[in-house]
């Protein structure tokens, strides 16, 4: 059949018109259905998609009381914020709430926030589009087919991982601290990205909900986002012997976590001393990087914080991977705001083999005989701590204990020598003859330094500046020998102190007859038990004796291969020798380290040396013993007693 140019126009139009009608009722049909099953005008004009509007009518268990589309490609900042009773999260920003018992707290983190307000008016931008171009008809290419493919696309492109982290800071008290042994329960943290369940807690549907309890007060989540991130914090019923509420910080960050813990990780505080009312702890070396640069720039900040806790006290029970928790309920706390700062200090040191950066914690007015729990924490990832800063809510490293020593108090930690300074360690003390550490460590120190002065007259006289073939050593050198000199001799004339009831058979007992401080004296029954001789009844120094007046204590040898190195550094000249093992005066001089694992104990002396605990990586030298001659004059007049 031919056709007019006016009847072919006719067809065209008429199938246009057709195809047209079809377009338009496949496109609005649902929405018709859609409003009048809602009995409301939808809020906005452009709710196309299909595959939404048939999941919105899925959607009947009417647990939201207002309409609020929801889109695969469209997120909420478009539509509005947060439901009331539901607090929106921003980005490393810790938000603190209290929860009563047996309520939940909602928090969302939103699409818009998780991805930036940015990438969601780009969105929105594209979106508009869309409908333009679907509203032309004529153009338009897309098929609603295609339109989920894009939205999906767009999804599946706009992804990142959510990190939720919360601390609890403060937690129901026991009314009789005395009758109640149970710790309060813990927090509940509840996790929703489905839009069905955007109250999570305990009454949700489990299905569309993950459940994470808190941790001694801590909890870390992480999941990968790509709509909002609905979640509760939810408070349990407590018995009624407990009083008061919950209160939390929760933050969420896509950089990381803002809160954390780390219980896995080996302890990284080493317990270097303690005495009768304190501590010294240090951290591992903060870096391997021996460029100045790098080192002297750690040695600006302080970047940890230390809590420790007399492990009698159960106030940080059920909150010790919670930085805040611990603010608030440890014993002593170096934090700006915790308790007893008074009681600790903290500061940089270079101090020990290699001379690296690391961060000591100086406890004092601690109970004797006591063992106390110290946990190590960071906060942030450059020590900053706060809003806006990832990490900022701290990290808490595993704890570890360490004990003070008995309350004879004859042991007492001395640091910061001007000259020892390696030293770092309790030492035989008094303290009705010396009020504080300074003035005694000025006493050790000060006849370290004048014995020093002493060996330089005696090194001037050994050629150093000769040619290399002359020198009594091609491997070491006069500058050697001066730094063996004075490690070998800081241990010797400073003795590290224990007290006299410890039982390690490392422990070599001096000054047994002379009473304590307190004017106490041992049972004449035990001094019995020892030899009657100068190794136990006086110490190795005797102007020790003489000055200070310790009374008994048993003394933490200086280990052998201190000896043997002086030895090896020095010109034969000078006549320097060690005892050999199991020969006379050894055991009494030296200890030896040992390979096994000795559970924490420091069985001899040396720069550095520490309670290290199996496990934690320590450095181990093995030496080829081998020593010369007899003692000399020089000798002799160098070593205060061997
Ligand atoms: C959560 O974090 C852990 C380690 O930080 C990672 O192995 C895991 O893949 C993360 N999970 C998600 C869902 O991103
Ligand atoms: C908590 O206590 C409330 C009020 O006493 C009670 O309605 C609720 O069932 C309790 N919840 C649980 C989990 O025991
Ligand atoms: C620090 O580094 C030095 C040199 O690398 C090493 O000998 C020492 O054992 C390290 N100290 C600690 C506590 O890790
Ligand atoms: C020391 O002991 C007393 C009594 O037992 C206790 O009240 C106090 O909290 C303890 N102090 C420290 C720092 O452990
Ligand atoms: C510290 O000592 C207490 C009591 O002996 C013990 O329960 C706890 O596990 C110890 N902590 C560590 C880190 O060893
Ligand atoms: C130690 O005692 C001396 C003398 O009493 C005093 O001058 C000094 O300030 C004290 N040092 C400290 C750190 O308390
Ligand atoms: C000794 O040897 C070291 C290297 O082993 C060198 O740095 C130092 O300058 C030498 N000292 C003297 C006085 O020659
Ligand atoms: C030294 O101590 C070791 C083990 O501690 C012992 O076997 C040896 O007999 C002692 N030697 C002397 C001379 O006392």
Known sequence: MQLSPLQSRLAASVIATCLLALFYFALFTPHFALAVHLEQTLPVPFLVDDLDVALRLDDKDGSTPQYEPDFLAFDRSIIGRAPPGVTSLVNNAPVPMNVIAGTTQLFVFEASTIFGESASLELRTDNKRSQEAEFEHSKATDTADERTVQAEEVMRRRTKTVYISANTCEQPQPIDPSKTTENPPQLTLFVSTSFKNRSPGPLADPNTQHVVEFTEGAVMYNL??????????????????????????????????????????????????????????????????????????????????????????????????????????????????????????????????????????????????????????????????????????GHIFRAMNFTTKSDHGNCQIILNLPFCDQVAYSVPANPTKFANATLLAQFYDSYASSMFDNFKKVLQQIPCEVPASQRYSLARNCTDCEAAYKTWLCSVTIPRCEDFSSTGAFLQPRNIKQPFPNGEVLDAEIVASFPDEKAYTSSRNPRIDEVVQPGPYKEVLPCDDLCYNLVQSCHPAMQFSCPLPGKLGFNTSYGRRTEEDDDGQVTCNYPGSAHVFSGVGRARISWVLWFMGTFGAVAASLLPQL
């Open 224 to 393: 990968t986002a790509s709509s909002d991130v609905y979640f509760g914090i939810h408070a349990p019923n407590v018995s009624r012997s407990f009083s008061g509420t919950y209160n939390f910080q929760v933050a969420t960050s896509t950089d990381g976590w803002f809160h954390s813990f780390d219980p896995d990780a080996e302890a990284d505080l080493i317990w270097v001393d303690s005495d009768s009312q304190g501590a010294l702890l240090i951290t591992p070396n903060l870096t391997i990087s021996t460029d100045p640069s790098v080192t002297d720039a750690l040695m600006q900040k302080e970047p940890y914080v230390m809590f420790a806790q007399n492990i009698q006290d159960r106030s940080i029970n059920g909150l010790r991977y919670s930085y805040c928790g611990l603010s608030n309920y440890a014993q002593i706390a170096t934090t700006k705001n915790g308790k007893f700062t008074n009681l600790v200090s903290t500061s940089m040191t270079r101090r020990g083999p290699g001379g690296l950066p690391k961060q000591q914690f100086y406890f004092s007015g601690l109970n004797s005989s006591s063992t106390y729990e110290g946990i190590l924490a960071r906060i942030g990832r450059s020590g900053q701590s706060g809003t806006d800063v990832p990490g900022g809510g």
